[in-house]
Nanobody, 116 residues
């Protein structure tokens, strides 16, 4: 069973930055897709950013485009989400997700709170 460990969340003022990390216990280079999702209070879980590994192709939700950036480090099997110019509406629990050929694995979720 692949394990994912998320870190980097917390409380930040509007306009600030955070970098989320998601470390996997299996090689992320063998995934077909890696992504970040978020779920705000009383909201549905939504896609934030997604990278199709082999293409490579990355897309972002309109609400974060130009402020957030997804990146990877294959050497440490880690997925990152750099979040700049954070807004109160970015407050949510953020989840990483990896898609391997035979399994889809989610992180445990990490809280990001942006104060106004």
């Amino acid at each position: 069973q692949v394990q994912l460990v998320e870190s980097g969340g917390g409380l930040v003022q509007a306009g600030g930055s955070l970098r989320l990390s998601c470390s996997a216990s299996a090689p992320i280079s063998s995934t077909s897709e890696m992504a970040w999702y978020r779920q705000g209070p009383r909201m549905e879980r939504e896609l934030v950013a997604r990278r199709i590994t082999m293409m490579p192709y990355t897309n972002y939700a309109a609400a974060v485009r130009g402020r957030f950036a997804i990146s990877t480090d294959d050497a440490s099997d880690t997925l990152y989400l750099r979040m700049n110019r954070l807004k109160p509406e970015d407050t949510a629990v953020y989840f990483c997700k990896f898609q391997w050929a035979d399994s889809e694995v989610w992180g445990q979720g990490i809280q990001v709170t942006v104060s106004s």
